[in-house]
């Protein structure tokens, strides 16, 4: 996703969301188009965002996914990544994993 977005040259965004370990989990956001990208103050190359106070995440077992996977059907999905600001219902795809 990452080089496909970089590639059409509107940029990517990098939003930290979580601390895990010593890692910190993001969210990847991909402009379709430049108006996409001034709208949510992305700029190329790359634009990294972090929450002041990120929390503390949990690894998730297989389990976990399995079910996370399982029970939430995909507009359950679009409305939680909606929470980062992203008009998501409105994108033709949803990147997990």
């Not at 939430?72 to 980062?84: E, T």
Request: charged residues 25%; neutral net charge; glycine residues 6%.
């Amino acid at each position: 996703m990452f080089n496909e977005a970089t590639e059409r040259g509107y940029g990517v965004a990098l939003d930290a969301v979580a601390r895990l370990d010593h890692g910190v989990c993001c969210f990847v956001f991909a402009p379709d188009d430049p108006e996409d990208a001034a709208s949510h103050f992305v700029a190329p190359p790359i634009t990294m965002k972090v929450r002041q106070e990120l929390r503390e995440a949990e690894k998730p077992g297989s389990f976990q996914w399995w079910l996370a996977r399982k029970v939430a059907s995909k507009r359950a999905q679009l409305r939680a990544l909606q929470f980062f600001g992203y008009e998501l219902d409105q994108r033709p795809r949803i990147v997990t994993g």
